[in-house]
């Protein structure tokens, strides 16, 4: 019977043929398709992963060496373009559209020997924060299918939990793919603003977008992090930085053990007293294995949410306002008397409830009248943010944070709540506003059964350091 640990065993595995391609393939099918309920997944490619499946074992066959992520068993949030594939941002408004190229990163992946297994459900236009905006339904939390699985990318990261593949891609512009992995159990990375192209990645906010990757654990990120990071003529916002071989040094232990944490941030009121319990003994046992950890004074912590929201629904009404039902997408089969009533008509029903919220927000945040109270505002808010973390990090290696203030909720609980809803979003819009790669690492259970994740960000583009010191406090919890 095949069973994932990594991909390192995996390909150890192939190897020595103990196991195939194909039989990998065909395991997390029928794993994906016995989960049908949770509704992770809105496309299959079933026919297609077989056929890359049969190649790839040729080659092991032939005694070629293995590629980097040969034959690894890759997820796609629907935000990431795939040729000739359906991509529509869990909304009705793309409904039977087709991407016409393959976003950067799924080409550095097939290239790589990866294999696209299918198209995940997410909430609309990444969205949301429970995967409860999608028009596909809501997904399913596998732990318990009562709760959400988080979201944003909800479906990517139930995909991870139930094994229904190996690693999944998913978009974080303020915490859609750290926040879906403390609710699910597993491991999430938003890498610093500018690691990955964002080249055919469907644009939410575009100064606070990044891909980010599941997996169940840290070596698995590395793996595919090496591949899908670097420079991109295509995304004049990636950095030209050369991409270390993170896989080699992630278990590697760091010199770097200058730790802070934001003290109003474990006071915070909204934070369960279980999350902060845990984490007080994380930071004890850090301090017994020898790091200095700080507690640092953050006076702005409840100002990061409004940033966040005016700025991101500003830059996602200018965004979104490309879906006219013109050239692509939904059009409207009601009358259209004039073109504006065609534009309408269109963007009234394609768009689901949340995203009309935040293109209204945006828009207002934007209008004359406004511009200076709360986008220009907000601008220089997040101009004191990225400051203050400069500083911060001349003294300090990382921030470790709660990721999410509770565990996963039940399905309904928030949803008529939107301000709740963003509240929420405390702990990991921080990374977004200043760009910083942050992680969430499994490492805790709840009294509720429910896991829960530890955040951790580093200074930008200090990744090898994230991901060295993650490796060693999940060691610290063994
Ligand atoms: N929950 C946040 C929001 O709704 C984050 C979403 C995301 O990272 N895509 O905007």
Not at 75 to 93: C, E, M, Q, R, T
Not at 264 to 286: G, V
Not at 368 to 397: E, M, S
Not at 430 to 437: I, S
């Amino acid at each position: 019977m095949f069973r994932f640990t990594t991909i390192k065993d995996y390909h150890n595995n192939l190897q020595s043929g103990q196991t195939t391609v194909v039989e990998a393939v065909r395991f997390f099918v029928e794993a994906a398709k016995g989960g049908a309920s949770l509704n992770a997944w809105l496309s299959i490619y079933e026919d297609e992963a077989l056929v890359a499946a049969k190649q790839l074992d040729e080659h092991i066959r032939a005694g070629q060496p293995l590629l980097p992520l040969h034959g690894v068993i890759v997820g796609l949030k629907d935000v990431i373009a795939y040729k000739n594939h359906p991509l529509s941002a869990a909304s009705k408004i793309l409904e039977n559209f087709q991407s016409i190229f393959d976003a950067t990163v799924v080409e550095k992946l097939q290239a790589a020997g990866a294999i696209i297994l299918g198209r995940q459900n997410c909430d609309e236009f990444a969205m949301g924060s429970s995967n409860e905006n999608s028009a596909y339904g809501p997904v399913k939390n596998g732990i318990d299918p009562t709760r959400v699985p988080g979201g944003s990318s909800g479906g990517s990261a139930v995909a991870v939990q139930m094994n229904h593949c190996m690693i999944s891609l998913g978009s974080d512009t303020g915490g859609s793919v750290r926040q879906p992995a403390d609710f699910c159990g597993i491991v999430g990375l938003k890498p610093s603003y500018g690691r990955i192209s964002r080249y055919g990645l469907i644009a939410y906010a575009s100064s606070f977008d990044q891909i980010g990757i599941f997996a169940k654990s840290v070596t698995d990120v590395a793996a595919v992090l090496e591949i899908i990071a670097g420079s991109d003529a295509f995304d004049s916002t990636v950095s030209e930085l050369p991409v270390p071989a993170y896989s080699a040094v992630v278990d590697e232990p760091t010199p770097k053990k200058r730790i802070a944490y934001f003290k109003e941030a474990l006071e915070h009121p909204s934070l369960d007293p279980a999350i902060k319990a845990a984490i007080d003994t994380t930071i004890q046992s850090m301090q017994k294995a020898g790091y200095t950890v700080d507690a640092v004074s953050f006076d702005m912590l409840d100002l990061v949410v409004p940033t966040y929201y005016v700025l991101t629904t500003a830059e996602a009404s200018s965004n979104l306002s490309r879906y006219d039902g013109v050239k692509f997408g939904h059009r409207s089969s009601a009358e259209n008397k004039d073109l504006t009533a065609l534009y309408k008509n269109a963007r009234s029903e394609g768009f689901g409830k949340e995203v009309k919220r935040r293109i209204m927000l945006g828009t207002f945040v934007l209008s004359a009248g406004y511009f200076d109270a709360y986008f220009t505002k907000a601008q220089q808010i997040r101009k004191l943010l990225v400051d203050g973390a400069t500083q911060l990090f001349k003294n300090y290696d990382a921030i470790i944070l709660p990721t999410v203030p509770s565990p996963a909720f039940l399905i309904g609980d928030n949803a008529k709540d939107p301000v709740a809803m963003f509240l929420a979003d405390i702990y990991t819009v921080y990374a977004n506003l200043v760009g910083l790669p942050a992680i969430s690492i499994p490492l805790y259970k709840h009294h509720s059964g429910l896991p829960f994740g530890l955040q951790v960000m580093c200074a930008p583009f200090e990744e090898t350091t994230l991901l060295q010191l993650s490796t060693a406090i999940q060691k610290l919890h063994e």
